[in-house]
């Protein structure tokens, strides 16, 4: 499979980065999860948001302690935004961290953005590094089996927030970071609904 060129930010920061810490064997982590619909999140307020995002700051402060630098996610409105976010407020407490958003395929443009979409372009300029696997627009859902195997092969592992008892899309993702990490030196990291509630009820009184 062709994947086009990347051009970064920065000429020290992007694709050719990722590669050589992958080919090194330096940890990259693939951060996937929930859409925001998916976790019954409609409102960019919801109160919710703030323990998601707590939980989601513990898990990512033990990975960076183990040596992970760069973070790299497709970026989907969510728990990526998220774990996004709070990635950039780590930075701003001075943890030494990269991020990509590395999006599947260009989206089509919007007459008018909503607050989550006004939420992740905010994050998107806040990062190291932003661009397509596919340069184009979405033509078929072979599109997202061609992203996740990207993302897969320019990190060592991957995060994933999914429960299977859950009825989500995330099953094939999950599925294939399975099959990929039988075939290859490849951490899966799988986050499920009753760690999360496991944190809440440790943390919160309500």
């Known amino acids: 499979m062709k994947h086009n060129n990347f051009n970064s930010k920065n000429e020290n920061i ?10 090194n064997q330096k940890p990259v982590l693939n951060i996937i999860g929930y859409k925001y619909y998916e976790l ?46 709070v990635l950039i407020e780590l930075k701003r407490l001075g943890y030494h961290l990269n991020i990509a958003i590395i999006e599947p395929f ?19 300029g806040q990062v190291e590094y932003h661009n397509y696997i596919y340069q184009k627009r979405y033509e078929g859902p072979w599109m997202f089996k061609g992203a996740n195997l990207f993302m897969m092969e320019h990190s060592t592992a991957s995060l ?15 599925n294939a970071l399975v099959d990929y990490s039988s075939n290859h030196v490849y951490n899966v990291l799988r986050v499920s609904f009753d760690e999360l509630n496991d944190f809440i009820s440790f943390n919160y009184d309500n």
């Open 160 to 174: 994933i927030f999914y429960d299977e008892t859950s009825n989500s899309n995330l099953k094939y993702y999950y």
């Open 106 to 124: 260009i989206q089509q443009p919007k007459d008018e953005l909503n607050d989550w979409q006004i939420r992740r372009n905010k994050v998107i």
């Open 14 to 23: 992007g694709r050719d980065s990722l590669l050589e810490q992958r080919n």
């Open 40 to 85: 019954g999140l409609f409102d960019t307020n919801d109160k919710r948001i703030t323990i998601l995002k707590d939980f989601l700051q513990e898990k990512l402060i033990t990975y960076i302690d183990e040596g992970y630098e760069w973070f790299i996610t497709h970026g989907s409105i969510g728990i990526e935004l998220f774990a996004v976010e």
